[in-house]
């Protein structure tokens, strides 16, 4: 039984929590007061909370908007562009690019987060840079505070997406790109009708990871702008946090969580899908 | 090449200078892509340099030191430094071994069960860890693992641990049977083959799980913050958090100084790393399933 | 196969070794567990507190041989401060023994059982009597018990600069009685110096509970319902639908939208009161705001701003009322410090808060940090009515302050209170829209049954 450490692991580490994550949700739990010591079965009212309070949907509607922006558009076009450039570039260049990329990824993320707020703060680079060509900055992460964490999040994160590809562009058979040059097809063309087609899977596979890594991006966020102004860039990790722990609401902040998972696992199963059915195409 | 050449509609000649402009196109965005991702570190690199930084990006009057000098003290630096070293490296050696042991039935014997627990591994890389953290919180609460290095550790191991499994599987499932089998015959058990023959040749793979749960464990900010309070045992990560506080203090230049420690061992693993065995290609190649 | 169980239990101890670690380590602390903790706020600008347990960890650990004390300051704003402890204090490992505590957050803590009654403890100690009535008061459980003694208070005032009002043509001393007033003198510092900031105004969640002390409920305390406009204490209920809390976010929305305050931007950055001390006002671009009695601490000699010119150079008085009815506002507050319930030296630690407040103690801290004296014996010290020129101006709000509800629930609603001000300063709601928000808020927070209309 060697899987057994593995097995007792994760039953009390991960499943440990999501079974508490659903029974916690369904109790009055405060981190103080009275209710912190001996809590009361409070069935579903955190989440009729939850479907009541404005602030809810709003949380869920920045989490899609983050995790589309950054992940689905930024991260994987990007990283999808630069690895393929990377194939017909110029080495050197291939290779410092790369390194630049991954830099970003390789730092701590507390690190990457204090460097994107002192990128986008009042006397940051990016104002600094725009009083070069004439032009007058602003608090970019207090007027465009969602921009601001996508575009960091873009930054830090496309090195995954841009390996994932790299290693699949290199498994490309290069006769197939030469056939089609030879019919006459222009580079955009080899492209999205033949590179594009022979690396669907991948690039559901890397959708479905870089998605489920975005969602739960919380660190980058809590320290660039902490959900703000009022509740402009709150995506659900953040909101979880304020809740449970800043407003001492436990039980409430457990209830947004439980929420993350269904999401979570719904991603999963479709990801489970797309992996078997590549698994029977082959 | 002839026949090619007789087939082509335009003489093959035309594609070089068309295949030069892509190249000069795709070097030039390259360089671009470039310049964007390296410019916001400026700042770090220049402010930890500089005795009275700001969030201004220049060029310090004066190359300085002092900022390093202020921050290279037991109680700023070399404790939780050494914390995170703790923390990533027991993180890492124990999701390797328990990775190890348990992809091994998965990568050589199919059963029902098997398949089940493969579900569970792989269903377990899409949780949102930062899903979980406040039902950690109150599970750590009832264990009393709160502030527990060691309740922090098996907790990073266990979030480590699916993708530690699926990608060491991956990797045993490219090492033949035929090897093992021969030592089967021998009397060899399973864990001596697997000692024996397996790891010795997936040491590469091995290597690459190893980096990459360590660089996670390294990394990680959220879960120290919520699972660990006394500042003997803080990591980096969230030492840099108490010390300087929700968008820095005044003390930037510091902050940059500290920062750059934090970071310069994982840059530096990573590039050995990925000279040794190839490793960006080799771990992306293993996630891509 | 028996290789294969080795191996495996070989993993399992490992693991379980790794476990048991945790609890040996725990266990063999206890048995020689003379080492008292202590959690506590120091920052670049607040070190008084810092200075304070430095000189009694000295004192204490050569009272007491064998004793180490650790001190575990945190570097944070309050509110992430508050929220630190509040989770250590679930698990008896990492509760600290003597903790820095907020007088609102008294009755929760105490309610969900971190912290330990002092009666006994009290009643043996002779300096107990010292402490005023208020001071007392403020450290009571619900239950009655007291469960943490008072290491100072505060008052709030209008502070403005000299120079700025007058090159403005506003008269000094400055006496508003309305808020008209407080408007009037901001267009005509906005008129006189284009640049200055007129009247920066706390707000919203980047400052916490600071935006409401120092903000928000100097406004709603001087609204037709007076002390009674956040919670009428005669039903002890939370008030909502009230003609007050939405005139009060009036005033934070002419304030912003006027341009008087610093930009909303600044406004929400949990430093910015270090701006206004250490930039704004002794560079005279500051007409006035709304600070603690604590102010002078930031600009004498040792301070983290040193200003000498301060003396000369500002004045303080009582905000004013809305309409001007009775003779201002003012809102008094104040830390604490408590002893944890789960501590396994109980003795000790009450002895380190006795030693912390002792006569000479509390004198160095409450000069230092210009904190209102609540021992008589150090409220009659010359060196302390002497320490600042402005101790008698503040001390003199003590007739008219107000002090906030203190219910397990209060830090909650001040959150709510918190978010309203952040929405209407940010242009998000209007002031009628943030006060439905806050009221609706107030009803998910205490039920239906904890709030009255009026």
Redesign the interface.
Known sequence: ??????????A???L???V??IV?SLTN??????S??SPDWVGLANYE?LL???DFPLSLWLTVVFTVLSAVVGQNV?GF??A???T???RR??T???G?????W??????AA??????F?????LN??LAVIGLEGD?W???VPMLTIVLANV?RG?A?SM??Y???L?EVPPELTEAA??D?AN?WQRLVRVTVPLLR??IA??L??VT?QT?????LIY?MT?G?????SAT??VY??QE???????AF??A??TV??V???V??IV??RI?NR?EADR | MTA?VA????PVSV?SPR?SV??GL??A???L??A?????????LL?AFDARA????RLPQELSLDNFAAVLTPQTTFVPLGNSLLLSTATAAITVL??L??A???SRYRSRFHRG?M??V???T??????????????FVVLDLLDSMPGTI??L???S??MA?FMTKSFMDAVPVTLEEAAWIDGASA?RALRMIVVPLMRPGIAVVFVFVF?QA?????VPFVLLYSPSKQP??TS??TFFG???SIA?GQ?AAF?LL??LP??IL?ILASRLIGG??A???S??? | MRR??R??TT??VV?GALIGVAGCSAAGEESDDQTLTVSYIRTDAFTALDTLFQTVKTEFEDANPGVTVELQPVSAPD?DYK?RL??S??SAETAPDVFYQDTT?IR??A????LLALDDYLAEWEDWGQFSEAARTAGLGTDGSTYAVSLGTDTRALWYSIPVLEAAGIPTPWEPETWQDVLDMAEAVQTSDPEAVPFMLYS???TGEGSNMQGFYQLLYGTELGGDALFDSESGKWVVGSEGFVDALEFVDTVYSEGYSL????A?DPNVWQSVFGELFPEGRLGATIEGSYTPSFWVEGGSFEWPEYADQMGATAFPTKNGDGEGVSMSGGWTLAVGAASEIPDLAFEFLTMALSKENSLSYVTENSQIAVRADVAAEPSYLESNPFVGAVTELVEITNFRPAT??Y??IS?AVQ?AT??VM?G?STPEEAAA?YDRDVE?IVGADGIIER
């Open positions: 039984m060697p899987l057994l450490p593995a097995l007792l692991l994760l009390v580490f991960l440990g929590p999501i508490w994550s916690g739990a405060t981190l103080t007061g009275a912190a010591t909370r009541a309070d404005p990007l562009l630069v393929f450039a990377m017909r570039a110029d260049v291939a410092i690019a790369s630049a990329v991954i830099g970003a390789v730092l701590p993320e507390i690190v204090f460097v994107a707020y002192a990128f703060s009042r006397d940051g680079t600094q840079l608090n992460l207090f007027t930054w496309t995954f390996l994932v790299r290693a699949a290199s040059q030879i006459g580079g899977g991948t596979t890397n479905m990871l489920l969602l739960s991006v919380f660190t320290v902490a703000g102004p009022g509740n402009a659900l990790p979880a946090y449970a722990f800043r407003f001492g609401s436990i902040g457990t947004i969580a993350m998972l999401i979570g696992a991603f999963s990801y489970i992996l590549a | 090619a087939r082509a509609p335009r594609a295949r892509s190249r795709s070097t965005a390259l360089v892509v470039t964007a991702f390296l410019l916001p570190l400026a700042w770090l402010a700001t969030y201004e990006t328990v990775a042991l348990a091994y039935p998965l627990v579900y569970g792989l269903f377990g899409c949780l949102p860890i930062t899903a979980i953290m406040v039902p950690v919180y109150s599970l098996l907790f191991v266990a979030s641990l699916p499994v864990m660089l390294w990394g990680n900010f959220f980096a990560a840099i958090y929700q968008f820095g930037y902050l920062s934090y970071s994982v840059v990573y960006s290609f771990l992306a190649g996630v891509k399933g | 294969t169980l191996t495996t993993a399992l693991t509110e929220t509040a989770l204090h679930r957050t929760a803590d309610e969900a059982g971190y919203g969640t980047g930009p909303a931007d600044q929400l397990s629930d830090n909650q959150a978010n952040e929405a940010t998000q928000a998910s």
